[in-house]
């Protein structure tokens, strides 16, 4: 493995520590359900067995005599909310789906009453004493089921606009040397945050308080206000830390206005810790997608056609899709290129984010078709991504900001030694193990969004950088305190932090990989609103040009890069010239391109992110290139991966201690959703099965011996101020990929269908 | 979880009295009002689940002073059902004597679970399948006789595909119960009526028209000890499943040998992760024996260890798997250095 701290490269900043290392690894950080409460009462959810159909009768006595129950909430006695649009229509909600509307069930695990009791254990004990009858009506619960429905996604969501093609790619398939049809398959899976989805809401007055895990505290508020029909001002989230999110919290629940009207009906602040299991059903899910691939090149490899037929699962009312075409066609030079991408409604909770939505299924489809076609043309795989490695993507014609891809493979190929590989199928082995060697491309889009923060330094150099940010883990507390130490030149101890909560400036969803990005721009911004004012102070017959703007360093350690000659600032200096003894600044900044109404959105909890594909004359990713080496039992058909080698660039890198764990974690979630993570689903009643830790499998420790991440160099000047491209979602694209095609090297079997388990294995 | 009575047990009469004073005629064991707590590994969890809802809970670990021997003297040895599964793991003399049982334990659950969890409690664990563990379902004959079984044409994976009835398909997951009836061990029950030992072969019951009677235990009795006559330095537990650690079997097989000369005198081979019990392969072991070991050999004695085996939607692979399980471990226990 390498170093936990890799040694920072050219435009890479300092591998410091985290910011929260020491009360995450002393148990100190507080996440939403360890937030105290004054006499709270406790929530546990009821929710439903069946997938589809009504609520006949609740026979609830048996539950009201648990002593200790509070109240039972129902569908009969629910509270009137408010709906929501789907965030994907300018709402806040990852689902239309309101439970405790109606007797009508929409899908499995439906939440159909809330128990509320003094107790944890009296709520769940009444929970499970609570009797339902329905009347039960046939779901469908996936592909090939009776009474789905299918339709192109476009038009359907007002995120997924256009099917890119480009030139003729049935003339070119057909006339095209060298072709591929392959169909791949991928499964549900579920994001399974160490964190469970936690909701307590407390009242003072008119105003709510609402701990709860999430990935956008300013969508959550002002969601949840409207769901209520009260103020957004009167509405705060607080969570500093987030136990996980992988996209799981990016959008509203319907737990949380729930909660927060029957805290408000009981005059007590309420807690709800759902079970493992309801985490199932209460949120959203990577959807199960299938595609049609079609390649055509010419012997020597050049792309000539491709296309990219895609289909994926949502719920009846929702029109979900992430559309990873719009990645798929532009990562390689080809002149002629179709996409579809449909939409096939069943009884379904809905679907949403989860790490790398559109890339992880659409880039296993392309990436395995890639590498069957470097067999069909007896070639290195490597070679042939070289051949159509493009500087411009073929749709649009636009330009990549920058693109380090074949670097990556190089560099990656190195290390992992690729070299040694002999091309064969089933050529390599050892004992009772078939070795196989395979790669693939990753790659992730640019975005960030509109930002506020506000800074405050004193005449001591103690720095106070607010933003309404997010900690799920990704080093978001770290990242924010080296920018602003970095740029207002004070020592990292002096900076504190404070996000995770929607007093504070506004900041876009964690999601997308635009946090480092947005965050970081807006706080150097505001870190040179600082400066200015000092400078201004302390030299007021300099001009403040922008090259000294750039450059010039106050306090202690000159700034990024001070050049030679210029003085530091004197901090103390300056402030007795302001007269004052703190600074402080508030600031906004967005992107370049960003919409008209991007600052309006940011202030009311809605998302404007620009980037990847969508930018106006660039287009900006991040790109990798994965290794793995893949074992599989000649007698029982295990599959192990002892190596993950992954090589990235994504522009700055803030931090290489804490890229290269969201690379390793992004490189074994990979290997994790390659061989082992899916949700089962009963397809007699569209229910899921294995929903819980000890049968949806991740990976142990004993799984993933050996993971190496290389952080290649780049700079990119036209994403963003702070030249970050994002990695949170780069790693863990590649892999579903480089380990079916490892698979295919190791055994001769093509495997199109995730995840590969041993009976998939025929040697 | 349901409100329950808590009692610890300082001695065995003790235990047995609170067991059986609780006990109601015709109610099989799994129903019973007062269920014993060692490690508390599977029994807390299917509290939590509202799966097991016993009444009051007789926590015998105060037992453990006299119940966790861990004795492999001579040629014979003596576990208590106390010991810690750790512990026996990790046992010298039982790994030199005795693989196929440290093995059985060391390739189970997490060393968190293994460091609580009890011998008695292990062979006593209950079956993982998703129906049974999630009372949301309502067909599962196991819990509810007569109510039909959702697995038999759900999602069934894990299933068994040997010792199944139209009833019950469930898995017994255990692996150290393999090991046990290999090695024709005995177990050791303390009752009413004092200490009674019997094969452990005839511990547990295959579904049948009544999956939930799982052990010929009846209400009041606890388990105090195992023991296996003679030494099995020649014993392999090799177990296949889809991550490297902490999960349960998908296809293992507990094997030992007695080899000499080149010739199999002695054969022992029982199955986990395939069967509804504790699944002995006699019809293999007899193919075994007085042959002299190749691979052709090992194959039919897989063969023949599933000729009765029957899959369904999901799980059909486990048969072929099974035999490639069974054909490995023989041919490693052949070739195992003693
Ligand atoms: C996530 C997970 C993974 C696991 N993986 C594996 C695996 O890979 N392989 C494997 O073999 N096991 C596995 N297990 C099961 C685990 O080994 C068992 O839960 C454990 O051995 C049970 O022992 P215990 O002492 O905790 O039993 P308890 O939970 O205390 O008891 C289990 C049952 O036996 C009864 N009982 C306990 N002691 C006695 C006695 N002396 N006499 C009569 N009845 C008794 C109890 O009343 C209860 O019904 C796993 C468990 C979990 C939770
Ligand atoms: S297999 Fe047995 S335990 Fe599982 S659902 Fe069927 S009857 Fe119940």
Redesign the pocket.
């Known amino acids: 493995m390498t170093a936990a701290a890799p040694e920072p490269k050219i435009n890479m900043g300092q591998p410091v520590p985290r910011y929260d290392a020491v009360v995450k690894v002393t148990g100190r950080a507080t996440y939403a359900s360890d937030m105290p409460l004054a006499d709270p009462a406790y929530a546990f959810l009821v929710t439903s067995a069946i997938a589809k159909g009504r609520i006949d009768r609740f026979d609830l006595d048996d539950a009201r005599r648990v002593r200790g129950v509070i109240d039972i909430v129902t569908h009969e006695n629910g509270p009137k909310l408010k709906e929501s649009k789907l965030f994907s229509n300018g709402g806040y909600a990852g689902t239309t789906i309101q439970p405790l509307k109606s007797a009508d069930i929409a899908h499995d695990g439906q939440i159909i009453a809330v128990v509320i009791a003094e107790s944890y254990e009296a709520a769940r004990e009444a929970a499970n004493r609570v009797k339902v009858s329905y009347t039960a009506a046939a779901p469908s619960a996936t592909f090939d089921s009776p009474g789905t429905t299918i339709a192109a996604a476009k038009g359907q969501n007002a995120q997924f606009k256009e099917d890119p093609k480009v030139g003729n790619f049935a003339k070119a398939f057909e006339e095209a040397e060298v072709k591929l049809t392959a169909s791949y398959d991928t499964p549900t899976q579920h994001h399974n945050p160490m964190e469970l989805f936690s909701t307590s809401c407390a009242w003072m007055g008119d105003e709510l308080v609402i701990y709860e895990p999430s990935q956008f505290v300013y969508g959550l508020k002002y969601g949840v206000a409207e769901q209520l029909g009260i103020d957004a001002d009167k509405v705060r989230v607080v969570n500093p830390y987030v136990g996980g999110g992988f996209g799981s919290r990016g959008s509203m629940t319907p737990r949380t206005a729930i909660i927060a009207s029957i805290a408000k009906r009981l005059s007590r602040p309420i807690k709800l810790v759902p079970t493992r299991d309801q985490g199932f059903t209460i949120t959203t899910y990577r959807a199960e997608t299938r595609h049609e691939i079609k390649l055509g090149a010419s012997r020597d490899g050049k792309l000539l056609a491709l296309k990219h037929e895609g289909a994926e699962i949502s719920s009846r009312p929702d029109a979900y899709c992430v559309g990873g075409t719009k990645t798929t066609t532009r990562l390689y030079a080809c002149p002629n290129v179709d996409s579809l991408v449909s939409i096939v409604r069943a009884d379904r909770n809905t679907p949403g984010f989860m790490r790398s939505p559109p890339e992880v299924p659409y880039l296993f489809a392309l990436e395995s078709a890639m590498d069957e076609l470097a067999v069909k043309l007896n070639m290195d795989p490597v070679e042939l991504r070289r051949i159509n490695d493009t500087t411009v993507e073929p749709i649009g014609g636009k330009p990549y900001t920058s693109r380090s891809l074949m670097a990556c493979f190089d560099e990656a190929a190195k290390a992992f030694g690729w070299a040694q590989r002999s091309p064969q199928p089933k050529s390599m082995s050892d004992g009772d193990w078939l070795i196989g060697y395979g790669c693939a491309a990753t790659c992730y889009p640019t975005q960030m969004g509109p930002a506020a923060a506000r800074v405050r330094l004193q005449r001591d150099g103690r720095t106070r950088v607010e933003i309404a940010g997010h900690e799920i883990g990704t080093g978001a507390y770290t990242v924010v305190a080296q920018t602003a130490a970095e740029r207002l030149g004070v020592p990292l101890e002096k900076v504190a932090v404070f996000i995770g909560d929607s007093d504070l400036p506004p900041a876009p969803v964690a999601g997308g990989s635009n946090s480092t990005a947005s965050t970081c721009s807006v706080v150097m911004m505001v870190c040179d609103q600082i400066r200015q004012r000092l400078f201004k102070a302390a030299m007021p017959s300099q001009s403040l040009t922008d090259k000294a703007k750039e450059t010039v360093g106050i306090g202690q350690t000159p700034a990024t890069q001070a050049a030679k000659g210029d003085r530091p600032l004197d901090l103390e200096k300056a402030f007795d010239a302001l007269g004052v003894g703190v600074v402080e600044e508030y600031g906004e900044w967005k992107p370049e391109g960003a919409p008209l109404d991007s600052f309006r959105a940011m202030h009311s909890g809605q998302v404007r992110l620009v980037g990847g594909h969508a930018m106006k004359d660039q287009i900006a990713y991040a790109f990798g290139a994965e290794f793995v080496e893949v074992r599989v039992n000649r007698f029982t058909h295990e599959i192990r991966c002892p190596r993950l080698v992954g090589a990235f660039a994504a522009g700055r890198i803030m931090n290489p201690r804490t890229a290269r764990s969201q690379l390793m974690g992004g490189l074994i979630w990979g290997m994790s959703s390659a061989l082992l993570e899916a949700t089962d689903i009963d397809e007699r009643n569209a229910r899921y099965v294995n929903d819980n830790f000890?049968d949806y499998l991740v990976p142990v420790n004993a799984d993933v011996p050996g993971v190496e991440v290389i952080l290649l160099s780049e700079q990119d000047d036209h994403i963003n101020p702070a030249g970050v491209k994002g990695l949170g979602e780069l790693a863990n694209v590649g892999t579903n990929a480089a380990i079916c095609n490892a698979i295919y090297h190791a055994t001769g079997q093509r495997i199109r269908k995730l995840p590969v388990r041993l009976e998939n294995i025929e040697v | 979880m349901r409100p329950f009575s808590y009692q610890r047990a300082t001695d065995p009469d003790m235990a047995v009295q609170a067991l059986s004073a609780a006990a109601a005629a015709n109610n099989p064991l799994t129903q019973a009002a007062a269920?014993?707590?060692?490690?508390?590994?599977?029994?807390?969890?299917l509290m939590k689940l509202d799966v097991?809802r016993p009444a009051a809970i007789v926590d015998?670990n105060p037992l453990a002073h006299g119940w966790s021997v861990i004795e492999p003297n001579g040629d014979n040895l003596r576990l208590g059902?106390?010991a810690k599964?750790s512990d026996v793991a990790a046992h010298d003399g039982i790994q030199r004597n005795y693989p196929v049982i440290a093995n059985s334990l060391k390739?189970?659950?997490?060393a968190q679970?293994r460091n609580?969890?009890?011998l008695?409690?292990?062979v006593?664990?209950?079956t993982r399948c998703s129906y049974f563990r999630d009372v949301s379902y309502e067909n599962c004959n196991k819990r509810h006789p007569g109510s039909g079984c959702a697995a038999m044409d759900g999602v069934n994976r894990m299933h068994a595909v040997l010792g199944i009835s139209d009833q019950c398909i469930a898995t017994y997951?255990?692996?150290?119960a393999q090991a046990l009836i290999a090695l024709d061990a005995t177990v050791e029950i303390t009752g009413k009526a004092g200490t009674r030992s019997m094969p452990f072969a005839q511990l547990h019951k295959a579904p049948g028209s009544t999956p939930d009677i799982e052990t010929t235990?009846q209400p009041g009795?606890?388990?105090?000890a195992f023991a296996v006559s003679g030494r099995w330095p020649r014993s392999v537990y090799l177990k296949a499943r889809d991550r490297q650690s902490?999960?349960?079997?998908l296809s293992s097989a507990a094997v030992a040998l007695d080899v000499q000369d080149g010739t199999i005198k002695d054969a022992r081979v029982a199955l986990g992760g395939v069967a509804t019990v504790p699944w002995r392969a006699r019809e293999a072991e007899a193919l075994l024996k007085g042959q002299k070991f190749d691979e052709a050999l090992a194959q039919r004695a897989a063969d023949a260890a599933f000729a009765d085996a029957r899959g369904r939607r999901h799980n059909s692979f486990k048969i072929a798997l099974g035999k490639r399980v069974v054909a490995r471990a023989l041919q490693q226990a052949v070739t195992m250095e003693i």
Do not use: C
């Open positions: 000890a | 269920q014993p707590l060692a490690g508390g590994t599977t029994l807390i969890d097991m015998i059902a106390l599964m390739l189970a659950a997490s679970l609580m969890a009890t008695g409690g292990n006593m664990q209950r997951p255990g692996d150290f235990l009795e606890l388990i105090s902490y999960e349960f079997a």
